[in-house]
């Protein structure tokens, strides 16, 4: 791989560039106008060290039994680091977003709007993990968008989405509240003083029509990364509080977080 290798992205203009990690032999960042935005063990797809990814696979591996192929539409991807964990832990696997990770460029809700309409009602897990820079677009945060991906999971499937939100958590309290307008069943999980929204962090918000899904919450706690800490049901309710529902009327961008975040988090 050459050194450091970059580009100028062509939508945005932002510069990208694949990066060695410093502390984590093996290990390369993508990054995007200096935003760390993922982090691959190019030899060991099956390892994962980002946080709240970390969470997401622990999401993914509750799915069926161990090493079950399943169908999955992610939306974002990165340098690919769910696709790849998915394809080494469970071969076989149909990843639309990506034999069997097939990859579609373009704005994530246009291209998921023009999946094959075979693929409604059938996908086992709908990951939303879509950044611009540092923020998440305002038109993939909204109750028509998380409709529109809720219409594609199976009556076993689950809608994960990664939101990045900072003290207080207004922008994440009002995605769970939309998510939860959507789907019945939610949780949302994070570390410990991110839930509390004492500091800036990523939110992982997990929904489904399907109840059992609350049974895998004991285990997502017990497996980390720690400390972990999680709302559901009747807390979930309290979380959410008076947070609006967001609609494609009044929808806006993530917040934007200090850079000095980023800079941390890829040097620890």
């Given at each position: 791989m050459p050194e450091n290798p970059s580009i100028s992205l062509?939508?945005?203009?932002?510069?990208a560039s694949i990066e060695p990690d410093p502390y984590q032999p093996g290990g390369y960042i993508l990054d995007?106008?200096?935003t760390p935005q993922s982090h691959v063990f190019i030899d060991d797809p099956g390892e994962v060290f980002f946080e709240y990814i970390r969470r997401m696979a622990h999401v993914l591996d509750e799915i069926g039994e161990p090493g079950e192929p399943i169908t999955v539409v992610h939306l974002g991807g990165g340098?690919?680091?769910?696709p790849r964990y998915i394809e080494a832990t469970r071969p076989g696997s149909r990843l639309q977003k990506s034999a069997n990770v097939r990859i579609r460029y373009g704005d994530a809700r246009e291209i998921m709007n023009?999946?094959?309409?075979?693929?409604?009602?059938?996908?086992?897990?709908v990951i939303v993990d879509v950044f611009s820079g540092a923020r998440t677009p305002a038109h993939v945060t909204s109750l028509e968008f998380y409709q529109e991906a809720a219409?594609?999971?199976?009556?076993?499937?689950?809608?994960?989405?990664?939101?990045?939100?900072?003290?207080g958590l207004a922008f994440a309290r009002g995605q769970v509240a939309t998510?939860?307008?959507?789907?019945?069943?939610?949780?949302?999980?994070?570390?410990?003083?991110?839930?509390?929204?004492r500091r800036f962090g990523n939110v992982v918000v997990v929904g489904s029509h399907d109840g059992s899904v609350g049974e895998m919450l004991?285990?997502?706690?017990a497996g980390g990364p720690h400390p972990a800490s999680a709302v559901s049901g009747?807390?979930?309710?309290?979380?959410?509080?008076?947070?609006?529902i967001v609609t494609d009327n009044t929808a806006i961008a993530s917040p934007s977080p200090n850079k000095t975040i980023f800079q941390i988090a890829q040097k620890r």
């Amino acid at each position: 791989m050459p050194e450091n290798p970059s580009i100028s992205l062509a939508s945005s203009g932002l510069r990208a560039s694949i990066e060695p990690d410093p502390y984590q032999p093996g290990g390369y960042i993508l990054d995007i106008d200096g935003t760390p935005q993922s982090h691959v063990f190019i030899d060991d797809p099956g390892e994962v060290f980002f946080e709240y990814i970390r969470r997401m696979a622990h999401v993914l591996d509750e799915i069926g039994e161990p090493g079950e192929p399943i169908t999955v539409v992610h939306l974002g991807g990165g340098a690919l680091t769910l696709p790849r964990y998915i394809e080494a832990t469970r071969p076989g696997s149909r990843l639309q977003k990506s034999a069997n990770v097939r990859i579609r460029y373009g704005d994530a809700r246009e291209i998921m709007n023009k999946l094959p309409t075979g693929l409604r009602g059938t996908v086992d897990a709908v990951i939303v993990d879509v950044f611009s820079g540092a923020r998440t677009p305002a038109h993939v945060t909204s109750l028509e968008f998380y409709q529109e991906a809720a219409a594609l999971l199976s009556p076993r499937g689950v809608l994960i989405v990664n939101v990045a939100d900072g003290p207080g958590l207004a922008f994440a309290r009002g995605q769970v509240a939309t998510i939860h307008a959507v789907l019945p069943h939610v949780m949302a999980l994070a570390e410990a003083q991110v839930l509390k929204g004492r500091r800036f962090g990523n939110v992982v918000v997990v929904g489904s029509h399907d109840g059992s899904v609350g049974e895998m919450l004991p285990r997502l706690l017990a497996g980390g990364p720690h400390p972990a800490s999680a709302v559901s049901g009747k807390e979930l309710k309290a979380f959410t509080a008076s947070a609006p529902i967001v609609t494609d009327n009044t929808a806006i961008a993530s917040p934007s977080p200090n850079k000095t975040i980023f800079q941390i988090a890829q040097k620890r």
